[in-house]
């Protein structure tokens, strides 16, 4: 009967105690903190505060208790070692024909973690571990990108549910790397970054933790290793990548596969793209934007072509997710200006697009006056369109640095204004000569009257700013009549002409043709 009753107690429990009025810990048996140990040993004859973390408070709460009632489960810390602790709950009971000796069950929950990190963490969410791991993968070396599959958490609910998430958010956070935080991607599937060198089986530990609660799960790790001295912005979109898959309708089967891939192909697009820009491999097409009164050129919008004419927005995006926007935007911009220079090019005016990214700091604007100072004539012909593709980190910065263009006589251009949250923002805070309205309103122009309406908003605060007005993506004369009526003074799109490799001054009288998909600008 009392091997029956001892194997029911374990059931329960990891580490039996019984505590004796001076609170000395006269009987133990079961698991010790640290694997492989034995309370038995460890703990007999010692005072129970002595083995605990702020264990004195514990200690008196239970000397409190009284015979015959069973204390709630007790949130406890177990010293582990030096500066080491291991989460586990406790329960007393005082039964009266051994009092006042106090009967205690302890589980663990996870594993040992440093006292300095008591304080759990709670699991974060998909964007802000991204955004985390900026930071952790550029000082923490011998990293590995690990993922788990949770299953059968679906079905646990109230006080049990929220006491296996207590214990797998214990787990998987004092496996993350140092300063870094485990997050919960969807409701089967978790991610963390974690040292290399750690090889714990976090698969069975929450296997174990959800033992410890009387619930059965099932669980899966896998893992890929970051490679040592990797460009950690290459790392960091892989790793985005893969997340992004996993918050999929669909999923991913296999998330570190899919990082891994991503890792090598991101590396390689990478010096392709270093490559393209060192050599200036990439072309160079003109788009005109005419006064839509007059149907003159009033200028070209240069846009940048990869790969037999194919538009550049995933090389752009890519760029400046890795830093290396910055010279493309100035290698674009040399391009254009030897255009500008070249025999027969009169007064063409010309619009080059920058990202936000390039205006993080001064280069690129010192960079575009050098090219321009030996022509002040020249800036007057230039015109820098804002792109939203990555939102200006300091907005104030920014201006300080736009205004320096403007004051050698380069226009400044809000590219596809109405876009993006960011626009009134650039609007109220830049200093700009003009905005261009986003093709995605214009080609909405004639069947929403909300973007009829928003439309007008925008030409009139423009001109109340007294700023120039040009739409975009026009492809029908019935759009240029609203467009003119609205106020709007200038326009592009296939109406007047598609991108060319030399800019066209005297427009084509083709018929109208509609676009089906193509992008014709990356901002």
Do not use: H, W
């Given at each position: 009967m009392t091997a029956r009753l001892l194997g029911l107690a374990f059931a329960s429990s990891d580490a039996l105690v019984e505590i004796d009025a001076e609170g000395r810990v006269a009987f133990a048996l079961g698991a010790g903190p640290k694997p492989g140990s034995d309370v038995g040993a460890l703990w007999t004859g010692k005072p129970l505060a002595s083995l605990l973390h702020e264990g004195d408070a514990v200690l008196h709460a239970l000397l409190a208790a009284k015979p015959g009632a069973r204390s709630p489960a007790t949130q406890i810390l177990v010293m582990a070692g030096p500066d080491r602790v291991r989460r586990a709950s406790l329960r007393a009971f005082i039964l009266p024909q051994l009092a006042p000796s106090i009967s205690c069950s302890i589980a663990y929950e996870g594993p040992a973690i440093a006292v300095a990190d008591i304080e759990t963490a709670p699991l974060v969410d998909a964007e802000t571990f991204l955004a985390d791991a900026v930071r952790v993968v550029d000082v923490a070396p011998g990293l590995s990108l690990a993922f788990l599959d949770i299953r059968g958490l679906e079905d646990l609910a109230g006080e049990v549910a929220e006491k296996v998430h207590r214990r797998i958010e214990a787990t998987l956070q004092s496996a993350a790397?140092?300063?870094?935080?485990?997050?919960?991607?969807?409701?089967?599937?978790?991610?963390?970054?974690?040292?290399?060198?750690?090889?714990?089986?976090?698969?069975?530990?929450?296997?174990?933790a959800g033992r410890a609660e009387g619930v059965h799960l099932d669980a899966e790790s896998f893992h890929s290793t970051v490679p040592e001295g990797a460009d950690s912005l290459c790392v960091l979109?892989?790793?985005?990548?893969?997340?992004?898959?996993?918050?999929?309708?669909?999923?991913?089967?296999?998330?570190?596969?899919?990082?891994?891939?991503?890792?090598?192909r991101t590396f390689r697009d990478a010096e392709a793209f270093r490559s393209v820009v060192k050599s200036r491999e990439f072309q160079v097409h003109y788009q005109p934007i005419v006064h839509l009164g007059t149907r003159s050129v009033h200028h070209f919008e240069a846009?940048?072509?990869?790969?037999?004419?194919?538009?550049?927005?995933?090389?752009?995006?890519?760029?400046?997710?890795?830093?290396?926007?910055?010279?493309?935007?100035?290698?674009?911009?040399?391009?254009?200006?030897?255009?500008?220079?070249?025999?027969?090019?009169?007064?063409?005016?010309?619009?080059?697009?920058?990202?936000?990214?390039?205006?993080?700091?001064?280069?690129?604007?010192?960079?575009?006056?050098?090219?321009?100072?030996?022509?002040?004539?020249?800036?007057?012909?230039?015109?820098?369109?804002?792109?939203?593709?990555?939102?200006?980190?300091?907005?104030?910065?920014?201006?300080?640095?736009?205004?320096?263009?403007?004051?050698?006589?380069?226009?400044?251009?809000?590219?596809?204004?109405?876009?993006?949250?960011?626009?009134?923002?650039?609007?109220?805070?830049?200093?700009?000569?003009?905005?261009?309205?986003?093709?995605?309103?214009?080609?909405?122009?004639?069947?929403?009257?909300?973007?009829?309406?928003?439309?007008?908003?925008?030409?009139?605060?423009?001109?109340?700013?007294?700023?120039?007005?040009i739409a975009e993506m026009i492809e029908t004369e019935s759009v240029v009549g609203e467009l003119k009526t609205l106020g709007v003074e200038y326009g592009q799109g296939w109406l007047f002409g598609r991108a060319e490799a030399e800019p066209r001054t005297q427009l084509a009288s083709a018929a109208p043709v509609r676009r089906r998909g193509a992008v014709e600008a990356w901002g």
């Open positions: 790397a140092q300063g870094s935080s485990a997050a919960q991607i969807t409701p089967e599937r978790f991610a963390l970054l974690r040292p290399s060198s750690d090889m714990r089986d976090l698969a069975a530990e929450v296997v174990e979109r892989a790793m985005r990548f893969a997340i992004e898959g996993c918050l999929k309708d669909d999923g991913l089967a296999n998330p570190q596969i899919a990082f891994s891939e991503s890792l090598k846009l940048a072509r990869f790969n037999s004419n194919s538009g550049p927005a995933n090389a752009i995006r890519m760029a400046e997710e890795l830093d290396l926007i910055e010279s493309f935007d100035l290698a674009v911009a040399e391009k254009v200006l030897k255009r500008m220079r070249a025999p027969g090019a009169g007064l063409l005016k010309m619009a080059i697009n920058v990202s936000g990214a390039s205006l993080g700091d001064d280069t690129y604007v010192e960079q575009l006056l050098q090219l321009t100072a030996g022509s002040p004539t020249e800036r007057k012909r230039l015109i820098v369109e804002i792109t939203e593709t990555s939102a200006l980190a300091d907005i104030e910065a920014a201006n300080r640095r736009l205004a320096a263009l403007r004051d050698a006589g380069i226009k400044v251009c809000i590219d596809d204004f109405g876009s993006g949250a960011a626009s009134y923002d650039y609007l109220r805070k830049l200093s700009v000569d003009a905005v261009k309205i986003d093709g995605a309103l214009i080609q909405d122009l004639e069947t929403d009257d909300v973007v009829r309406n928003l439309v007008r908003n925008i030409v009139e605060l423009s001109r109340s700013l007294k700023l120039e007005t």
